[in-house]
């Protein structure tokens, strides 16, 4: 896996720039990213193609500054209470990147429960606010372990809404439902068929379209030909490594292939 000039980029480093990429030409919104490798994606694209894009500190506080992943802002630029942040939530203006236990080919997520929810098998975080992010505001995903047990033909408990789920409430559940990106640790994927399906979108460098199709539980729409997912540039890369995440924790996220 070559990056720009003699740099080798990682596997993980892939995966922040795809992260980052769920951001470009967001404009003004409010990323919240779920996890490590998004939260230095966001910070990335925040350092580069995207210089207008909203941060916190995890809490509620809007930063000015882009703080390595685990130190404290140093630039406070406003508070962002919880009626603040629903506000920004229900009028479309955040693009939240959340995890995801199960994830279908239409893209209906689970994080409540594997088995049967009246008595399920395990209990995971419960339903939080995934139906309202992924109705009022752009949802991707992150999925730092692309397997079966993931990629499911149906989730067992529906947790974010799919767009078959969304499309059979109607207009009024469809208006600002979009799910733009899923990323995980082999490529990138999207919804852009006729009937909103899942699509591999890229492949991560030294992953096979194989690998990927074995990994999913469900058909896959496949192009004739499937690109790499896009290299980090060497300044990207040093921003990565230098600025947004000297300590590595990117690699315990997604370890070298």
């Not at 096979?208 to 999913?216: N, S």
């Amino acid at each position: 896996m070559s990056g720009s000039g003699t740099t080798t980029a990682t596997r993980a480093e892939y995966c922040v720039v795809a992260c980052a990429e769920v951001w470009r030409d967001g404009g003004e919104v409010l990323a919240t990213p779920m996890g490590t490798v998004p939260t230095i994606g966001a910070r990335l694209a925040k350092l580069t193609f995207s210089p207008d894009l909203l941060l916190t500190d995890g809490e509620a506080l809007l930063i000015g500054d882009v703080p390595a992943v685990g130190a404290r802002a140093q630039v406070v630029e406003g508070w962002l209470p919880y009626r603040g942040h629903l506000a920004l939530v229900a009028t479309g203006r955040r693009h939240v990147m959340m995890g995801a236990a199960q994830l279908d080919r239409h893209g209906n997520q689970n994080i409540s429960c594997i088995g049967d929810w009246a008595r399920p098998e395990r209990q995971l975080l419960g339903v939080r606010g995934a139906p309202v992010n992924t109705l009022n505001n752009p949802t991707s995903y992150w999925v730092p372990r692309h397997s079966t047990r993931v990629f499911v033909e149906r989730v067992d408990m529906v947790s974010g809404v799919g767009y078959d789920r969304a499309a059979a409430a109607g207009p009024s559940a469809t208006r600002y439902h979009r799910i733009p990106d899923v990323v995980s640790d082999l490529g990138v994927f999207d919804f852009e068929t006729p009937d909103r399906t899942m699509r591999l979108r890229s492949l991560h460098p030294g992953v096979t379209v194989e690998q990927v199709t074995q990994a999913t539980g469900f058909a896959l729409t496949v192009p004739d030909e499937v690109p790499c997912t896009r290299e980090p540039s060497a300044e990207e890369l040093r921003l990565i490594r230098e600025v947004i995440d000297p300590k590595g924790l990117r690699e315990r996220e997604v370890p070298t292939a």
